[in-house]
């Protein structure tokens, strides 16, 4: 009784602060039916406060995104700045189209401005990679993104990012959150009712004339296209940019072309999920473009498909990140190529062939864009960093636009994008990846299949020996400690498995490669069925070694 009472107590102290009449009245309604059990899962903690910044569930309590729980992390991100020595700093706010995103952005200015700071925000809902832009353009200290990125619809986020351009890492999340955690009530956190920046379309036509430098003058730009926005923030910018570049105009997929928070025609808004791709491929099949490319809500990513005599086939986002580096060489860049330990180790033998340099970081963008002289960044996840001195992220507009030059020097030589990947096979044999993947709702199922795989490291997988085992919270001589598991395999095949728990989805992930050895042409056929059925008995024995 005791602890129901202190419950009760807990919320309406909550309720009290809320400035949101929508939380609000959903607090006080749990309140007034005495819904205990959805109080304690609201007040049973706080939503934490790390690299990838907050990302939960839209709702009232500490357990969920609101106003109160972003006045409280902006108020947090604002002492922690003026500590480090930029009191008086501009911070940049950007947002995308998702449910109160625009008064979070809001209530950030309005924080930023009344501890000292300056701030402005981007004049509408846009792409993340606008706001990653503008944090250089305009000589910021700091910018947040408010964003759920792919996640459902009823999640929201909040991304941070620091003068550099890139996302916060180690050690500035854990004073962030530590400021946060100072932040008393919230009268005491001052929110004037204006004298931040509204600003307006010249970050965003910086942006745009920024893209130049991604393509090459004169390349050859004749293909054609067809687009989803898939209900999020990149159909402007992404149509404005074509039409920039003299690409011919994209064809849209009408339905998921507006924002529209809800995201009504996808179950989750993630060009990788089941179903998402199925009205783009409708329409690409009405209008026969050479290919579809995608991105997700907040547009910094970027998916591709291609035909194939089946259909279209959704290219992975290890193939995409091997076409985009095979390209760049091709076009005589020079640098870092990165890309985080989950993706594939293509990578790594494009950047060898070709004498530039090469390293891998741990997961996330925030880690790939710290890499030093990095000239392109990708990961598997749909994510491609492809003028790093434009944005130090990934950027699904920037990365469209190179795959749309690519995809056009190839039709000018007969080819395809499939022929291409059939070089790359050739030349390095062919790397087939893939995922295993758990989405859960009780967390306890992926800590404990992570400890039974630690407990009893399995000595096969697929009939291949498993050579090495790295727990990689221990960390290696390359890569600072993360939760994760990594092993390499061997026999008739090699192979490598990461297994790790997604930083901003209730989910387990194991990434999967098989090296499969072409010799010739003829060979390429026969080596994606093997690579496949290595994969998908690599997922068999994988998924009875975690016991899920």
Known sequence: MQEQDDLITRARAWLAEDPDPETAAELAALVEAGDTAELADRFSGT???????LRGEIGAGPMRMNRSVVIRAAAGLAAYLKAQGHAG?????????????????RDTAAVMTGAGLRAAVLPRPLPTPVLAYAIRHLGAVAGVEVTASHNPPRDNGYKVYLGDGSQIVSPADTEIAA??????TLASVPRPESGWEDLGD?????????????????????VRTVYTAMHGVGKDVVMAAFARHGFPEPVLVAEQAEPDPAFPTVAFPNPEEPGAMD??????????PDIVIANDPDADRCAVAVPTAEGWRMLRGDEVGALLAEHLVHKGATGVFAESIVSSSLLGRIA???????EETLTGFKWIARVEGLRYGYEEALGYCVDPEGVRDKDGVTAALLVAELASELKEQGRTLTDLLDDLAMAHGLHATDQLSLRVSDLSVIANAMARLRAEPPVSLAGLRVVSAEDLTKGTESLPPTDGLRYYLDGAYKARVICRPSGTEPKLKCYLEVVVPVAEASDLASARVTGQEVLDAIKKDLAAAMGV
Do not use: C, H, M
């Not at 706010?93 to 998702?98: E, H, N």
């Not at 400021?179 to 008393?184: D, F, H, K, L, Y």
């Not at 009205?279 to 026969?288: D, G, K, P, S, W």
């Open 279 to 288: 009205l783009a491929f409708a329409r690409a099949a009405e209008v026969q």
């Open 352 to 358: 060898e062939a070709a004498g530039v340099g090469y």
């Open 202 to 222: 010249e970050v965003l036509e910086a942006y745009l004339a920024r893209t130049d430098a991604v393509l090459t003058p004169g390349s050859p730009r004749g």
């Open 179 to 184: 400021e946060i955690a100072r932040v008393g």
């Open 47 to 53: 939503l934490q406060f790390g690299t990838a910044g």
């Open 89 to 105: 700093g501009l911070v940049v706010v950007g947002y995308d189209a998702r449910y109160k995103s625009a008064d979070f952005a």
